[in-house]
Antibody, heavy 125, light 110 residues
Framework: EVQLLESGGGLVQPGGSLRLSCSAS????????MNWVRQAPGKGLEWVSG????????YYADSVKGRFTISRDNSKNTLFLQMNSLRAEDTALYYC??????????????????WGQGTLVTVSS | QSVLTQPPSASGTPGQRVTISCSGS????????VNWYQQLPGTAPKLLIY???QRPSGVPDRFSGSKSGTSASLAISGLQSEDEADYSC???????????FGGGTKLTVL
């Protein structure tokens, strides 16, 4: 069974740092791109960052660019999100998600499945 | 303000058919496939529809997706009480070079 388990969340002061981890099992981690998606309390889903299979290519939402860094350790089946210069608006439940890709009827199709259960990050003084 | 636009709420009675819309632009829905996620209260999002209209195994055929131009729709037929959840659309955006989500639609089964 494919499983994703996030950890590392907690309470941090504005301007502080936090490192999230996502431990993967049940699939060949090194063969799949991965993502971080967050959800602020009572709000919708917001994509945060993505990374390719090797870690060479990374992608970021404008809201976190320059402050967050995504990385992965394929030898340990683990995805990371280093979050610096945290702000109150970064308070959210952070999910990791497996990035799947197929070509269906000649069309490249991407989707997230599965998602982890999330880890809560609270930025407050 | 989400890049993809969804109605904040929708409702229906058991057995009814409801649709949820998702409006975007040429840089996302207009040129990329759309996915839909279901989020039951207090749980993580779950894939419901991928590639505009493909259902993962285990998803009932009561759920269907479609896309036309820069808009997509999720239809739920034979509405059941357990369908009460938040539904979000998503697509890759070529201009932003990232994924964009709708703000989510809270479905209430009356």
């Amino acid at each position: 069974e494919v499983q994703l388990l996030e950890s590392g969340g907690g309470l941090v002061q504005p301007g502080g740092s936090l490192r999230l981890s996502c431990s993967a099992s049940g699939f060949t981690f090194s063969s799949y791109a991965m993502n971080w998606v967050r959800q602020a309390p009572g709000k919708g889903l917001e994509w945060v960052s993505g990374i390719d299979t090797s870690g060479t290519s990374t992608y970021y939402a404008d809201s976190v660019k320059g402050r967050f860094t995504i990385s992965r350790d394929n030898s340990k089946n683990t995805l990371f999100l280093q979050m610096n210069s945290l702000r109150a608006e970064d308070t959210a439940l952070y999910y990791c998600a497996k990035w799947n890709r197929l070509t269906i009827f000649g069309v490249v199709t991407d989707w997230f499945d599965p998602w982890g259960q999330g880890t809560l990050v609270t930025v407050s003084s | 303000q989400s890049v993809l636009t969804q109605p904040p709420s929708a409702s229906g009675t058991p057995g009814q058919r409801v649709t949820i819309s998702c409006s975007g632009s040429n840089s996302n829905i207009g040129s990329k496939t759309v996915n839909w996620y279901q989020q039951l209260p207090g749980t993580a999002p779950k894939l419901l529809i991928y590639g505009n209209n493909q259902r993962p195994s285990g998803v009932p055929d009561r759920f269907s997706g479609s896309k036309s131009g820069t808009s997509a729709s999720l239809a739920i037929s034979g509405l059941q009480s357990e369908d009460e959840a938040d539904y979000s659309c998503a697509a890759w955006d070529d201009r932003l070079k990232g994924w964009v989500f709708g703000g989510g639609t809270k479905l209430t089964v009356l």
